[in-house]
């Protein structure tokens, strides 16, 4: 590879992008890169496509995001795409890609099938996060400060599920051990992404544990999250992504699902495998897709069917 | 101090022993210390006094833990006193102090007052077994191998809330990376800690947050534990204790408490603070204890008038 910081430094403009629907990873490491970067270059513009979730409005940088425009015909010397295992996740940036001179790939998904002129594609990392840490401090020489290294620990934390998933290694620890060192404040940031939830997602929590369905011999666990229950608690449908999880983490069970209603005859699946079983799989048969351990779709048809046609396609495998 | 390897080496038989109500860090650094000793001594008896909760029974060697019987009249040259922060918490086992030649305190609590022969207490450990770690790495020179390295992850994961609370040092990510090069199982783990509730365990948090109670301007959240819901429910009390935390996780919470029957009139409270409250302070004043932010205490009296109790003293400093 031609030395990073020449291509950076011959670079007139860079920019920086992500996938579709932010998560930790995918922000941390946007903002940890382009605070970065901004140290050492003037003109980086750092885009994404949609809104932020509420409980990353602390990550340090925010205010330097910029909507991603596709009628601005901006062109850049060199694009960062970030934690995006398939082009076709970039949403509108998605027409950067062809105004953009090098693309400069850094990804964690072992679907990557390294589609930039330079590649750091390593599935055996925890998160995109991780990859970006080692670029700066080996890659770069820039020193990690603390704005950065808060965005850089909130990809890796979110992406490990608190360091719990079988992703974590012992790299990813000693990397977390120097983004501590540059004084985060791990109290402040556990709040912000734990400990801040909504009354109303707690009892809407409440309801939907009290009313979670068991099937196929209560290995296979289903949410159902409706219009109407969403309305009666008032809570931002984004913000139940996490439900799945309490579902996934009961005894026995193999499959977790949570099926939402985006419109009338419109689901989403999102699905959650313990052991065994690979859910991407699964979701692959409904036109979607994702990890082995966690995948999700879009299907037509009412909530009934959906499971229905579900439960069919587990049974075949379980 | 005398080096602990000739300590050791020079007693006839050593023995090992925690707190009550053992929790993953008492657990961990018991049986982690235990499994190491084994290695170079022939004579080492770990005890313990309680039931050990369901999750903790994957964890190596705990087919080594004896039952503590006071009438044994057991004698010992060395006894390692672990994450005990205050002497009269050793419940039956503390007669074995008085029949021990000499003691080995290692803890993390603040509260601790150094009450062993020899002492590692150290307050910014994230926990005992990141000091059991160090001593047995550095002072003993003990290679920490697959089983020991488990149960020391154990305490240390269980104890920062997963990486998650301000204990977690940076060193306490470097020796967690040093567990995981033992070639720990991160999957198997936190399966048996995190992904393996009882369904009835699920159901009853979904009652207790749908039930949730709101007090002094919704500062305050509160869950009563009765008697009653324990058995609707058929669960064991004491697998009730992480329900705390989602009260804890509430936006704008500033004190979360549960009140559990133990006995007609007889009310455990367990106290968890977010911020700067205080929650030690507020569990002294009923003649309880722990940390500032985790603390907890044993009220004689009604559940009503319990929580009205603590309600008033809470009302005075908030």
Redesign the interface.
């Known amino acids: 590879m031609t030395n990073p910081l020449d291509m950076i430094n011959k670079s007139k403009n860079i920019a920086i992008i992500s996938h579709v629907n932010p998560d930790g990873d995918s922000l941390g490491s946007i903002l940890g890169l382009g605070l970065a970067l901004k140290k050492i270059h003037t003109n980086v513009t750092i885009y994404v496509n949609d809104i932020v979730p509420g409980k990353y409005e602390f990550l340090p940088g925010l205010h330097l995001l910029k909507k991603y425009d596709n009628e601005a015909l901006d062109e850049y010397d060199l694009t960062f795409v970030l934690d995006c295992g398939d082009i076709n996740r970039l949403g509108y940036s998605t027409t950067l890609l062809s105004r953009s001179k090098k693309v400069f790939n850094i990804d964690h998904h072992i679907s990557n099938n390294s589609f930039g002129d330079y590649n750091i594609v390593d599935a055996h990392a925890s998160s995109t996060c991780e990859l970006v840490y080692d670029f700066l401090s080996k890659e770069l020489n820039i020193t990690v400060d603390n704005e950065i290294a808060t965005c850089l620990y909130v990809g890796i ?1 979110t992406d490990t ?6 992703n ?4 990813t ?2 990397v ?3 983004l ?2 540059a004084g985060i ?3 402040y940031i ?2 912000n992404l ?6 109303s997602n ?2 809407f ?8 369905a ?1 099937y196929l011999d ?1 290995k296979v666990a289903i949410v159902d999250i409706t219009d109407d229950l969403i309305e009666k608690y008032s809570i931002d449908a984004a913000e139940t992504d996490s439900i799945i999880n ?1 579902a ?5 069970i193999e499959v977790a699902i949570t099926l939402r209603e985006l419109e009338e005859d419109l689901i989403k699946i999102s699905l959650r495998a ?1 052991g065994d079983f690979d859910v991407n799989k699964l979701a692959n048969i409904f036109g979607g897709g994702g990890h082995k351990k966690a995948s999700g779709a879009v299907i037509r048809g009412s909530i009934d069917n959906v499971r229905e046609s579900i439960l069919n396609e587990i049974k075949k495998s379980l």
Chains 1, 2 share one sequence.
Not at 168 to 171: L, R
Not at 248 to 252: C, E, N, S
């Open positions: 934390n599920g608190s360091f719990k998933y079988d974590t290694s012992p790299s620890h000693i977390t051990a120097h501590l060192e404040n791990i109290e556990t709040y734990y400990q801040n939830n909504s009354i707690m009892k929590l409440g309801h939907v544990l009290s009313h979670l068991l209560d309490y996934r983490d009961i005894k026995g313990k």
